[in-house]
Each structure stands twice: as structure tokens, then as C-alpha cells.
């Protein structure tokens, strides 16, 4: 019996081919603009973004929105209540408190941000090299370093403002003479787990010193616990701020921030509520804000919430 020979046409190929196989199904992004796509579904996290945009705006163009300045006193208009000329009141002195929110606002931010990056830059720096390094270096370091964080915080301020001057300074100093002792301990802990990594291990062995192993290995790879400390810094360093203003240690007079105006509207808050309820107000939204971004980065830099 002779086999009948089937034509090619009567076959179908079924399922891709082997070309479409190797098509990758979506293109290839990067680690950060990852952490970015997710950190903007947080819906939460951009509200503190968009009102920290809004403060920073306001703080530079909010004075100038008045013809009142923050430090010129006019005692007929003491104590008036928030209308059409005072948008936000005058304080027991005459002066417009929505102008000095706005300056008090330029002075709380920069306190907030510049104890976080002196934190930051103390704090990578002695973190890093104590878990790079290891052995009796990183015992005597960090040893160094519980000691300091042993002696009372207020104790140290308090101290600090005795012995100099009052002043935007003095306080910056005080906030961060310990408090970079918690980003150096994060870092540290970072350091430890990745130096035992094969990346690390080739760089040695091609000759890399420990500066660019730093630069170039280790700190890149522990940005999202940095950011996260970071912005969990600023918030606490406006508050430690508002707090040394209500002990009367905070900037001196006429300079305004948000912690000596309230300090000052506590006194007058059954009678003049408004003196206490803006510079509270805007504390509490800085706060939230840089809370819900550092919450934000959390969950956009932690891997196992990746889809």
C-alpha cells in the first residue's frame, strides 16, 4: 500500500514562534524610576508632597504679600482678630501674624533641612566607615557613639545655649550634636550586610580603595533607608525647634518662627486663640507632610510590594 504524502498547506502552525518568544513583553525600567511610578500611586504620600511644595512657595513670596513686615511694632493695632487688612490677626505687639508665619516659615524649614543634611553627611560618613571597616574601629566608634547618645538631650541643649550665643547656629548645633547618632547606626547596619556581597569582593580584588568601594558600592545601594531617615529627620527637627522655643530657648527676638509664635500665643490663647491656632497649624501640616513622604518612600522602596 503506497503512503499518501499530505501537502504542507493543510498544517497550521498553533502558539508564537520562536522569534516572539524572545521579545521582551514591556520595556525595561530602571530601579529609581520604579520606586518613583510607585510612589506616585500613593496618593497620600503626594498630598505631603504637594503641601510641602505649597509652604516652600509661600515662604518665599508670603511676606511679600502684605505691606506689614514681621518686626515693625504697631501698638494700636494689638490683639485684632483675623480680617480683610490682617488676614491672620496681629499679635500683642501690632504685627501682622500672617507675615510672620510666612517668615517663620523660611526659618523653621531651614532649621528642619539643614539639621537633616548636617545628620545625613555626619551620619554616612561615621556609619559607613564603622560597618566598612569593622573590628575594634567600628567597636571604638560606635561605642563613641552610644555615649553620646547616653547623655540627656535637653541637658546638652540647654548647655549649648548657656555657653554661646542664642541664635540660628547655636540651635542647628544643639539638634545635631546627637542627632546624627541614628542615620550613622541605619548606615552602619546597611554597610555590614553588603560588604560580604560579590560586587564588593571584585572591587577589592581589582585594587579599589575604601573611599571609592563607598562612593561607588556600598552608599548608592543603602539610599532608601537614607531618604526614609531623612525625611523623618526634618519633621522632628521642626519640632524640637517649636519645643526649645516654648522653654524660651529658641531664636531671639524680633526673628520669628513658628515655635516662638506659638510659645508666645499659648499665654494669650484663651483670649486670643488665633496666635496659637496658625503657627499650631502649620507646624502639625509640616509634620504630616514630610510623615506621610517618608511613609511613601517606605513602601515604594520595599521590594516586596513590587508587582
Do not use: C
Not at 526659618?107 to 543634611?117: D, K, M, R, V, Y
Not at 540627656?152 to 544643639?174: D, H, N, Q, R, W
Not at 525647634?241 to 508666645?264: H, K, N, R
Amino acid at each position: 500500500m503506497q503512503q499518501q504524502k499530505i501537502p504542507k498547506e493543510l498544517f497550521e502552525q498553533v502558539g508564537g514562534n520562536t522569534t516572539d518568544s524572545e521579545k521582551i513583553s514591556r520595556p525595561s525600567i530602571s530601579f529609581w524610576k520604579d520606586v518613583w511610578m510607585r510612589f506616585k500611586k500613593n496618593k497620600l504620600a503626594m498630598t505631603g508632597v504637594v503641601l510641602l511644595v505649597i509652604l516652600a512657595i509661600m515662604s518665599l513670596v508670603g511676606p511679600h504679600l502684605t505691606p506689614y513686615n514681621y518686626y515693625e511694632n504697631d501698638l494700636m493695632s494689638a490683639n485684632q482678630p483675623p480680617s480683610g487688612e490682617h488676614w491672620f490677626g496681629t499679635d500683642e505687639l501690632g504685627r501682622d501674624v500672617f507675615t510672620r508665619i510666612w517668615n517663620g516659615a523660611q526659618i523653621s524649614l531651614f532649621i528642619g533641612i539643614a539639621a537633616a543634611l548636617i545628620d545625613l553627611a555626619i551620619g554616612v560618613i561615621w556609619g559607613g566607615l564603622s560597618g566598612y571597616i569593622g573590628g575594634r574601629t567600628d567597636e571604638y566608634m560606635m561605642r563613641f557613639a552610644d555615649i553620646l547618645w547616653a547623655i540627656p538631650y535637653l541637658l546638652m541643649v540647654i548647655l549649648l545655649m548657656v555657653v554661646f550665643e542664642p541664635g540660628l547656629g547655636t540651635m542647628i548645633a544643639a539638634m545635631t550634636i546627637t542627632g546624627w547618632i541614628n542615620m550613622a547606626r541605619i548606615v552602619r547596619g546597611q554597610v555590614l550586610q553588603l560588604k560580604s556581597q560579590e560586587y564588593v569582593m571584585a572591587a577589592q580584588t581589582l585594587g579599589a580603595n575604601t573611599s571609592r568601594i563607598m562612593a561607588k558600592h556600598l552608599i548608592p545601594n543603602t539610599m532608601g533607608p537614607i531618604l526614609i531617615t531623612m525625611t523623618l529627620t526634618v519633621p522632628n527637627a521642626i519640632f524640637t525647634e517649636a519645643f526649645l522655643s516654648y522653654l524660651g530657648l529658641g531664636v531671639p527676638q524680633p526673628l520669628a518662627s513658628w515655635g516662638t509664635m506659638a510659645s508666645d500665643g499659648v499665654a494669650a490663647l484663651q483670649y486670643y486663640p488665633w496666635r496659637l491656632f496658625f503657627p499650631a497649624l502649620f507646624i502639625s501640616l509640616t509634620i504630616f507632610a514630610f510623615n506621610v513622604i517618608g511613609d511613601g518612600l517606605r513602601d515604594a522602596l520595599d521590594p516586596r510590594l513590587r508587582k
